[in-house]
């Protein structure tokens, strides 16, 4: 997923970083450009097709906002959302009479929602180092020190499960 990911920012990535590093999204687009725009853009102008995602960005930050997440950074939610939209535009079909925006802005919910539930199969990281309570004289107490077993170094353990080939 990492590598769809990163296949769809850095193919568009000029858009995002024109639009997104002035902190200045450009205005939507008319009612009448836009539908221009996604003619043009199903017929297989890149120009539109780019004109169509620059003018997007600012509704995927308003969808970020909605996503008010203390783990994940914002900066980082935008670009996901805004792998939705290209995706959003790349199979918009406007023979169901939807809004592209309308349509885009579901795609780009579920591309965070889907970013969301890979995280969560994953769970936190857990550092042998990470320190997890105090002893009695205000030491911390690491990890590595309740599993340490007198009889085994884990350091060299782990080494050997790493280094061996299956």
Known sequence: MFQKIIKYLFKDFYIFTAAYSNNVFPDP??????????????????????????????????IVKRFDVKDVDTDDLISIGTIGLIKGIDTYKNNKKTKITTYAARCIQNEILMYFRSQK??????????????????????????????????????????????
């Open 121 to 166: 199969k994953i769970g936190p990281t857990v550092s042998l180092n990470d320190a997890i309570g105090h002893d009695k004289e205000g030491n911390e107490i690491n990890l590595i020190d309740v599993i340490k077993d007198k009889d085994v170094d884990l350091f060299l353990e782990l080494d050997l499960k790493n280094n061996i080939k299956i």
């Open 29 to 62: 687009l008319s009612k009448e450009e836009e539908d221009e725009c996604v003619k043009k853009a199903k017929l297989g102008d890149q120009e539109a097709r780019n004109k169509l995602i620059e003018h997007n960005l600012r509704l995927v930050a308003h």
